[in-house]
């Protein structure tokens, strides 16, 4: 189970089946949301297990009852109470939550003890008792520097339902686009998002979605910065004159709304109270972040604001633009969450502060009295492995400090998947299975640390995702078929691909080659961000390295290493036929040619096959290549290279390689 409950007890026996059918009974409280978990319940196992499941009562059916506390409001709120205890015997199925919401939480519990069957399906036997760790548990998906479907959308909440993440943090505009169709100020939408927008009945569609899921849904609408895409429609906002267009660049630009006008704050007014509309949760985010100051430093119209109110540098001019929006926030029954930018000595105590600078702003936050939510160390683009979000913590580092009363200001964190290179195509696997890493570190207990044990669960719950709805499994061979073109190339160019990961952080942006309309169809754009055919090769050269009380290595890994050193090599014969003619598979060539190398290398080192008066210059030459090969190259990177050089280190170490010599 991903994220793990506090505790479960495994109950001996045989697991239920439930080929006879299941009987639904709920009590207590009564929600429609309730029976809707349920019934997507059923939907997830049969599309599991690919066999139907009867909810019409057979000769014996598996009782499945939920007993509800007490009842919840019609919206998720922060604060919700998510608890719930789970039981399933040989008897059937028995939910007690503490609100609707717990119970929803207990069916996503329900559908990871579900396993197959040759009747069908069987649910593990267990006593489970859950409640989360933190309250606010999210992931921000940008929509605006790409635009994502709605389809997209309900498939990235129906997979936070099952990993029980509870907020939907949508970005909404930036400077590649204003995503929301606005009646007050529609030139908003018509000039700034190249035709690529929500209308209020998607939006409210998408609410209701998230509420029915037990899911919060805060928008987010970034100023006073990154709002170029604002200033194509009404130029008359920002600091400098116009004209604007939409920015297809991605990075920090200079536009920025200008604090001192009065008509800014009149339109915001009218904005807010419009989206406030459509968005019905309490908190409202405004962005704040990454305001330079150029283009206020070269408007004289700023500059005597900023003299008149006796502001002396950005920082001030923007805490002022902060506080007069917070007041028109309060105005429309919104709180105001927004980056650690937001931050300043008099910003009201309900701003809740979003850190993407590591723990330092969010103790900086807490300490001043405001809630705070971690999201630096969650960034989903940046590629990073699962093992890596996994080890940030809220309360981890400086935040262990805090005293008691300033520690329950954190409020949890979020993952964020900012979309410079991710399309409603590939978008899953940039989020799942990773986002599940990090929906545990929210939802279980601290204590909750194997990365071993992670990495087990993370895998099951993977197919488990997939079955529910995400495309993270499915989409790199639908990319790879589109690249290499029919027959046996695509089984090659996949075999290439499990061993290689994108670069990472923000190698791409910083390269300067990228606006929102280049097409992201490459080899780099197909790859997961994590290699698990890498990691796992890993694992058998440690144990390869590990040799036991005779002196021997694992023979089991030793073959699992040899067989995936061999593929890799003869691999690239078929990479090179297929990239002949193909102008698509050049780059997929190249990383062929440097990890059939790389294999090569590593065969060498195995079987210890090279002369010994040769060893040392040998083991140089193959060092230095094994190196290069860990650059990056056309923005991919040899993810087994590393676990190569380790054998090659290693070699000269009798006890550590087993096999006899022999040509690779």
């Known amino acids: 189970m991903m994220p793990l409950p506090v505790t479960v007890e495994e109950v001996g026996g045989a697991p239920v089946a439930g080929d006879g059918g299941l009987a639904f009974r709920q009590s207590g409280c009564r929600d429609p949301r309730v029976e809707e978990a349920f019934s997507r319940f059923l939907s997830r196992v049969e599309s599991f297990s690919g066999t139907p499941v009867s909810t019409v009562a057979g000769e014996r059916p598996l009782p499945v009852a939920v007993e509800c506390e007490k009842g919840g409001g019609s919206l998720p709120a922060l604060g919700d109470d998510e608890a719930y205890d789970l039981s399933v015997s040989s008897s059937g199925v028995a939910i007690r939550a503490a609100s609707p919401v717990g119970a929803i939480r207990a069916f996503a519990t329900l559908y990871q003890l579900v396993e197959g069957a040759p009747s069908g399906f069987q649910i593990r036997l267990a006593r489970v008792t859950d409640r989360p760790r933190f309250p ?3 992931l921000l998906v940008d929509s605006s520097r790409h635009f994502m479907p709605i389809p997209v959308l309900k498939r990235t909440l129906d997979a936070m339902d099952v990993v029980k993440l509870n907020v939907l943090h949508w970005h909404l505009s930036d400077d590649q686009g204003f995503r929301v169709a606005s009646r007050a100020f529609p030139r908003l939408h018509r ?4 035709g690529l927008f929500y209308s209020g009945d998607e939006v409210r569609e998408i609410v209701d979605y998230a509420r029915r899921r037990g899911i919060r849904v805060v928008p987010e609408f970034d100023v006073p910065g990154h709002t170029t895409a604002w200033f194509v429609g009404y130029p008359e906002l920002a600091s400098e004159a116009g004209p604007y267009r939409i920015e297809r660049k991605f990075g920090i630009f200079d536009p920025a709304m200008d604090p001192g006008k009065r008509e800014v704050y009149a339109f915001l007014d009218g904005l807010v109270g419009e989206m406030a509309g459509l968005f019905p949760d309490e908190y409202f985010h405004v962005g704040g972040d990454e305001v330079n100051g150029k283009a206020w430093g070269r408007s004289a119209s700023v500059r005597a604001f900023q003299a008149e109110r006796n502001l002396p540098d950005g920082g001030a001019l923007q805490a002022a633009f902060t506080s007069r929006l917070q007041r028109i926030l309060s105005a429309h029954g919104k709180k105001m969450i927004g980056w650690d930018e937001v931050l300043h000595g008099n910003l009201d105590r309900d701003v809740v502060v979003q850190s993407y600078r590591w723990h330092r702003k969010l103790v900086e936050a807490a300490s001043r009295g405001n809630p705070s939510i971690l999201s630096s160390g969650y960034y989903l683009d940046l590629m990073f492995s699962a093992a890596w979000h996994y080890g940030v913590d809220p309360l981890g580092e400086e935040a262990a400090t805090l005293p008691p009363e300033k520690r329950s200001l954190v409020l949890g964190g979020e993952a964020c998947m900012w ?12 989020i799942w299975p990773r986002a599940a ?3 545990e570190r929210l939802w279980s207990p601290a204590s909750t640390r194997s990365v071993e044990e992670m990495y087990r669960r993370l895998a099951l719950v993977s197919v488990k995702l997939e079955a529910a709805g995400t495309t993270h499994l499915q989409s790199r061979a639908r990319m790879i078929r589109r690249l290499a073109g029919p027959g046996p190339a695509t089984r090659s160019v996949e075999i290439l691909s499990e061993a290689l990961e994108p670069v990472k952080e923000y190698a791409r942006v910083e390269s300067g080659r990228y606006t929102s309309e280049t097409p992201l ?23 390869l390295m590990a040799p036991d009380a005779a002196g021997n290595g694992s023979a089991p890994a030793q073959q699992r290493v040899a067989r995936m050193l061999e593929l890799w090599r003869d691999n690239d014969e078929f990479v090179q036929d297929a990239a002949q003619g193909n102008p698509l598979l050049l780059e997929a060539a190249a990383a062929s040619t440097t990890l059939a190398a790389c294999a090569r290398i590593g065969l060498e080192a195995l079987h210890r096959v090279a002369p010994p008066g040769d060893r040392k210059v040998w083991k140089t030459d193959a060092t230095s290549l094994l ?3 860990s650059l990056p190259r056309n923005e991919v990177v040899i993810a087994v290279a590393s676990a190569i050089r380790r054998l090659v280190e290693r070699t000269e170490e009798k006890s550590a390689l087993v096999g006899t010599a022999r040509e690779p």
């Open 191 to 194: 000039a700034g998002s190249d």
């Open 136 to 138: 606010w548990r999210g």
């Open 521 to 543: 169809t490459r080899l780099v754009d197909l790859l997961h961000p994590e290699s698990e055919v890498a990691r796992l090769f890993m694992l058998d050269v440690d144990a």
């Open 419 to 430: 979309t410079e290179f991710a399309t409603a195509e590939n978008i899953d696997a940039k």
């Open 437 to 439: 890493a990090i929906a």
């Open 627 to 629: 190196e290069k090969a």
